[in-house]
């Protein structure tokens, strides 16, 4: 024991040998063909460090590998029952890339005669890091979880992962921060418990989910997760956002037979609170009929729906969306490979259809202080079709003085935009 605490030892430590040897354990440790460490410096009898350690060209779940300010504490004791045994190994920063891949059988290799005096099994006690990166590739782009502190603990002969802190940037996802997350990696299952992100910086909004996904034959995944609070206008289309807001609730459910899209199946329902839609084109349009400016601007009492998809079918049902008073929508539609069908029952409050000539031959029932017609929706999700306005045209066909009396009302709005009139 006393060679070990002696000067030779710390040459030893510190040459060539000893990096060598612990780069290709590293390595194969972690899967990769080979590493490389920067040297090795022994700071006291039982630490050492090193400015960095690299790999890449990883064979399965670790793609590359960049460390940064590494420093280790080993039990010297352990070399005597060929054990290394590190206490904690922590890492100021660093970034992994991880992958999907299909797990194979590996070949073992043969081992030298001499291996039989060197420690052959690794215990670590606890990984940290302040500041690690972990990204990945997503629709071709890269994703990932940035400036997370990670913290790696043993979890039998496996190794369980927990986070927290750090922003997940993600194509189709606006940027989320992360509070905490728990995840399992062993040779055959991810295990992610305890997903819990916020909305923005502040720590609003609040996204929790749980899933499994199959890293060996079986490469099946299911994932689960729970909405509070999430304002709706971070994950519209750029063109939506002005247009519509509110907080979303709600939860989904997906699940598949591999990671694909085009494997997926799953369910879900969303409700929306203080619910707001501004100057949409359509409903300019119906204000500028109906001279009721309001319907520029309204106010949801309700907003809710469930939906379940298959790929590529996504059923939309249950579809319920108020303004108390005004109007409301229900009904079911479906979109498949970007197809849109469906039918919805529209009612609007009598006084907003005074315009309309004859109205009751397309608003045919009266029930909870609205009067309903039945529209048919068809086209893309691109370019929506809808059988509503067709009806309406052939309405003002059949009494030409309406049509005429809603041409002067359009010629006295216009007048009044281009001339500046009250």
């Known amino acids: 024991m006393i060679i070990f605490f002696s000067p030779l030892a710390t040459h030893y430590l510190e040459g060539g040998a000893f990096r060598a040897a612990m780069e290709k354990e590293t390595a194969a440790g972690l899967h990769f063909r080979g590493g490389h460490y920067s040297p090795i410096r022994r700071t006291s009898a039982s630490t050492a460090e090193s400015e960095s350690f690299e790999a890449s060209n990883g064979e399965r779940a670790l793609k590359f590998i960049n460390a940064h300010g590494i420093t280790a504490r080993f ?9 290394w045994r590190f206490s904690e190994i922590h890492v100021e920063s660093g970034e992994v890339e991880i992958q999907i891949y299909q ?11 001499f291996s039989f005096f ?3 099994r690794v215990y670590i006690d606890r990984i940290d890091s302040e500041h690690a990166n972990i990204v990945w ?10 400036g997370t502190q990670l913290i790696i603990t043993p979890h039998d002969r496996d190794f369980d992962y927990a986070a927290a802190g750090g922003k997940l940037k993600m194509a189709l996802l606006p940027d989320l921060y992360l509070r905490r997350a728990n995840v399992l990696i062993t040779k055959a299952l991810v295990t992610a418990n305890d997903i ?3 909305c923005d910086q502040g720590n609003n909004g609040s996204i929790r989910g749980k899933g499994t996904a199959g890293i060996g034959k079986d490469r099946k995944i299911e994932f689960s997760a729970n909405l509070d609070s999430v304002p709706l206008r971070d994950w519209l289309p750029h063109k939506w956002k002005k247009h519509l807001s509110g907080n979303a609730y709600g939860s989904f459910h997906c699940m598949g037979i591999d990671p694909k899209l085009e494997s997926s199946s799953g369910e879900g329902s969303l409700r929306v ?3 707001r839609a501004d100057n949409l084109p359509f409903l300019e349009k119906v204000a500028e009929l109906a001279r009721e400016k309001s319907f520029e601007h309204l106010e949801l009492t309700d907003c809710s729906l469930n939906f379940t998809w298959r790929y590529p079918n996504i059923e939309i049902k249950d579809i319920a969306l108020e303004e108390n008073g005004k109007f409301r929508v229900e009904g079911a539609i479906s979109i498949d490979r970007r197809a849109l069908k469906g039918a919805i029952q529209l009612g609007i409050a009598s006084q907003h259809l005074d315009w309309l000539p004859n ?4 608003f045919t029932r009266h029930r909870n202080g609205y009067l309903w017609t039945s529209v048919h929706l068809s086209g893309t999700i691109d370019h929506p079709q809808q059988d509503l306005s067709p009806r309406i045209i052939e309405l003002f066909k059949e009494s030409p003085a309406a049509y005429l009396q809603l041409l002067f009302r359009q010629l006295e709005e216009w007048l009044k935009k281009t001339l500046g009139g009250d």
């Not at 590739?137 to 940035?146: I, P, S």
């Not at 109205?359 to 397309?362: A, D, H, K, V």
């Open 75 to 83: 039990d010297p004791w352990g070399v005597f029952i060929r054990q």
């Open 118 to 120: 060197l420690p052959n």
């Open 359 to 362: 109205r009751e031959q397309i």
């Open 103 to 113: 797990a194979n059988t590996e070949a073992v290799a043969q081992k030298p005669w």
């Open 273 to 275: 609170q203080d619910a």
């Open 196 to 198: 819990d992100l916020a």
């Open 137 to 146: 590739q997503f629709r071709g782009e890269r994703a990932g979880l940035f």
